[in-house]
């Protein structure tokens, strides 16, 4: 397929640049995928279409003060550095690699691949600082594929979180125009966070858990409606744009994720006794279809059939789902409105076909829906 058949036309005034007022309040546009009808309806509604016999799945991971602002200090020159991934040392592993669980120490790693921003070309050696007083200094050791992408060392006497809460600034995407003021990142290291994160490491948040509120998971608890987490840590190339003529052509960059053996149970239990799958967000969606296509190769290999179930794990994703992709697990989804020509667009296209996907989006502009990370939401059935 080509990628301009993702295209639709958006109105720069429709780009959220700050979230709703009252977290819960946003609106969310309802389509039926066997109908193709369309209904407006709140965030706080989601309650009516997931039964009992459903499951809910959410990503937890939580978003960290990535961005750097800081000098190079032979010359004084503005640097801008964006945390993407851990790289461990020798001996510093994150425990992966030995088949180890370690979640939540990505943070004890010094060395990181990083994307910089800088108007002097960079070079190895070279050494940039970051905070009020140079706490934090950032060697630069070898460039990486990509623009601006580099592998780095950190060098700091406290720990480095502690540092990144002091002077580092939320993450949010270049569609968000920040001037960077203190009621902003207060804000943002606020509204820029799903209510259950609880695992650190993302640089970009699986925005459409930004919607739910205590009240909404008590509604859903009360119905009797189950929740389960998985994992993913957002990189940046969930922004990324696809440049190929053919998405075919695209590739997708790799993100650690875990999938806890409660949560596998839960979806395999769900499936067996007909239930959906709620998924929450493209990144949730992302995690259980790759798990799910590694189960159902590992049942043919033995001459035995997996499909639809998935297992317990962690490992990294770089799945790619567009038209005409068969899901395993993901039967219905909330998300958020998406750019143009996104691979997350494209996702969605195949969950709901991509004539209906556009057909709604231009519904939403005409309805005055708000777009991107802090707009509103869409939930497809």
């Not at 600034?169 to 125009?177: G, Q």
């Amino acid at each position: 397929m080509k990628t301009r058949q993702f295209w639709y036309p958006l109105p720069e005034r429709l780009i959220a640049q700050h979230p709703a007022e009252k977290r819960g309040t946003e609106k969310m546009m309802v389509l039926h995928r066997d109908t193709g009808m369309l209904e407006h309806r709140h965030i706080a509604d989601i309650v009516e279409y997931i039964t009992p016999n459903d499951l809910l799945v959410v990503n937890d991971t939580k978003v960290f003060p990535a961005r750097l602002i800081g000098e190079w200090p032979d010359t004084h020159g503005a640097v801008e550095v964006l945390m993407v991934n851990a790289a461990p040392m020798d001996g510093e592993g994150l425990g992966d690699a030995a088949g180890e669980t370690h979640r939540g120490t990505v943070l004890d790693c010094l060395r990181w691949n990083v994307i910089i921003g800088s108007g002097r070309k960079c070079r190895e050696g070279q050494v940039a600082v970051f905070g009020p007083n140079g706490e934090l200094k950032v060697t630069l050791l070898k460039p990486l594929s990509g623009i601006g992408m580099w592998q780095v060392e950190f060098a700091c006497e406290r720990p480095l979180m502690d540092l990144l809460d002091e002077f580092g600034h939320t993450p949010v995407p270049p569609y968000v125009k920040r001037e960077g003021t203190a009621e902003e990142e207060k804000a943002d290291r606020e509204r820029y966070q799903t209510i259950y994160a609880r695992e650190v490491g993302s640089v970009a948040a699986p925005t459409a858990g930004l919607h739910f509120t205590p009240e909404i998971f008590a509604a859903l608890e009360a119905k009797g409606v189950k929740r389960v987490a998985v994992t993913l840590h957002v990189g940046p190339g969930t922004f990324r744009p696809v440049k190929a003529d053919n998405i075919e052509d695209h590739q997708m960059d790799y993100e650690a994720f875990t999938v806890p053996p409660e949560t596998a149970e839960a979806i395999n239990a769900c499936k067996a006794h007909g239930g959906r799958v709620f998924c929450v967000g493209s990144t949730t969606v992302r995690t259980l279809e790759t798990v799910a296509a590694a189960c159902a190769e590992l049942g043919d290999a033995a001459g035995e059939t997996h499909r639809g179930m998935v297992r317990a794990g962690s490992g990294a994703s770089n799945i790619f789902i567009y038209p005409p992709y068969q899901f395993k697990v993901c039967d219905c989804m909330l998300t958020n409105f998406h750019l143009p020509q996104s691979t997350l667009l494209m996702m969605i296209s195949a969950l709901a076909g991509r004539e209906r996907i556009l057909c709604s989006y231009a519904m939403a502009v005409r309805n005055n829906y708000m777009f991107f990370s802090y707009g509103d939401c869409m939930l497809i059935v």
